[in-house]
């Protein structure tokens, strides 16, 4: 199978999973990772078919989004080699979407290759900025989290089980938990000049939101 058929069909396996999100993750979200992987591979030697493949599935087996990861992990798997992909980089690719959450963070993550420091960069830029402050509050509400409450401070250290207690966080928390942090994680140059705008962008916002809650603007 050619390298065109096999991301064509990689493209609608991964739409066939994801479009029908509701928490900010669906294809749409697919497909601006994708667009920015391409843009950075452009200035990076990565394998193009293992950064795109990956981009394209990192989602599907998400253990914040399935009830099941291991069983989707065991689909995907059968799914590459249905068309064509070695063991070599059926291997990388399901290491790349195991291994690059910001939840792996928490802890002692694995090193990604160059390959899944891309789609990684791709993924967190999509959750900065404007687009970013518009899935926080979309991922929220599916959650039923509360806006904002100034007597919850932010968490400072939590492991992945306080981190995924949706219980004990507001949106807005969210931002400072986990948003603001990842522009120092990028880890391309291309992802780091393009984080440093949407940070900026998102530290007016949470200045603008919270002079409006308290009626100061």
Known sequence: MTYE???ETIKQYSYSKMSSDT???NFDHIQRVIKTAT????????????TLAAAYLHDVADDKLVSNPAKLEAQIKDFLHSIDFTN???TEVLFITHNMSFS??????????????????????????????????????????TIYDPDIQPRQV??????????????????YE???????????????KIAEQRHQYMLNFLDEFKGEWDAEK
């Open 5 to 7: 058929k096999q991301l």
């Open 23 to 25: 928490t900010g993750h």
């Open 39 to 50: 843009r950075i591979l452009k200035s990076e030697s990565a394998d193009p078919l293992i």
């Open 88 to 90: 070599e980089q059926i």
């Open 104 to 145: 792996k963070s928490l802890s002692t993550p694995p090193k990604l290759s160059l390959a899944g420091q891309i789609v990684q960069d791709s993924d967190r830029l999509d959750a900065i900025g404007a687009i970013g402050i518009i899935r926080a509050i979309y991922y929220g509400g599916a959650h039923a989290e």
């Open 158 to 175: 939590m492991n992945k089980a306080e981190y995924r207690d949706l219980s004990n966080e507001t949106i807005i928390n969210h931002f």
């Open 178 to 192: 986990k948003l603001l942090k990842l522009t120092a994680m990028m880890n391309t140059p291309t992802a780091k």
